[in-house]
């Protein structure tokens, strides 16, 4: 369950054990006969909402190894890429699952293929699928530089070093009018990947800013996470 407070405090618990945080405890026994819309009151007085937990609260829960991407990016990928239930998608690699467990929450009950070359960080991504509860992931341990094994693909979705090097296999596993996502840190690796797409593609290059206003002051925060990653877009035309 989620345990929300009125400062925007979230706790992802299980709701079988006292819960301590710093603003008070509630008890094993209000937590479990506890029903989502109830408040409950901690030993403090400091009131705490049940709610149940979303994939919002997955991705910004999850245990983070690799740099993980933040919910504007995961979101802008999905929606750019027009992806649905049903939808087949392949990304690399899997890093810490963050981008995996976005996709296949939007994808299911179809299957997210994610190759990751690192079992240390497929270990990782597995620990958070599980704790989720998310089922419909398989992560291969494969370098998606050699080659994909699927076919028919909507979304080809990357996050590594080198994407432009996929980019050949790419166009042989999406179907025509299926996507390509790339996200870079770096805009040097957006303008390879873009040179390698070729006019094979439709595509664009954004970077994702997201401001945040304090809106008992109604302006905006003083400070913002002013980068995280260029992404590139891109639909296949042709084969
Ligand atoms: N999107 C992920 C983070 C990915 S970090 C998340 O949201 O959690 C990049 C990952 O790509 C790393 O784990 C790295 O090991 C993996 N990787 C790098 N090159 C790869 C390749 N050629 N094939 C598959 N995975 C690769």
Known sequence: MLIIDDHGNTYLIKGDADFHTKYGFLTAVQLQNAKIGDVLSANTGRKFH???????????????????????????????????SGSRVLEAGTGSGVLSIFLANIIAPEKLISYEIRDDFA????????????????????????GIDERDLDLVSLDLAEPWLAVPH????????????????????????????????????????????????????????GHTGFLTIARLLKK
Do not use: C
């Open 50 to 84: 049940v709610l149940s937990p979303n994939v919002t609260d997955f991705v910004q829960k999850a245990k983070r190894g690799p740099q993980a991407m933040t919910l504007k990016d995961l979101s802008l990928i999905a929606g750019f890429s027009g992806l649905h």
């Open 123 to 146: 270990e990782i991504a597995r620990k958070n699928f599980q704790k989720f509860g998310i089922t419909n992931i398989e992560v291969k341990s494969k370098d998606i530089y050699q």
């Open 170 to 225: 790419a166009k042989i596993a999406l179907k025509v009018g299926g996507y390509l996502s790339s996200y870079s840190p770096s805009i040097t690796q957006s303008k390879k990947l873009v040179d390698a797409l070729g006019d094979d593609y439709q595509h664009e290059t954004f970077e994702t800013l997201k401001r945040e206003w304090k809106m008992d002051a109604v302006r905006p925060h003083t400070q913002m996470l």
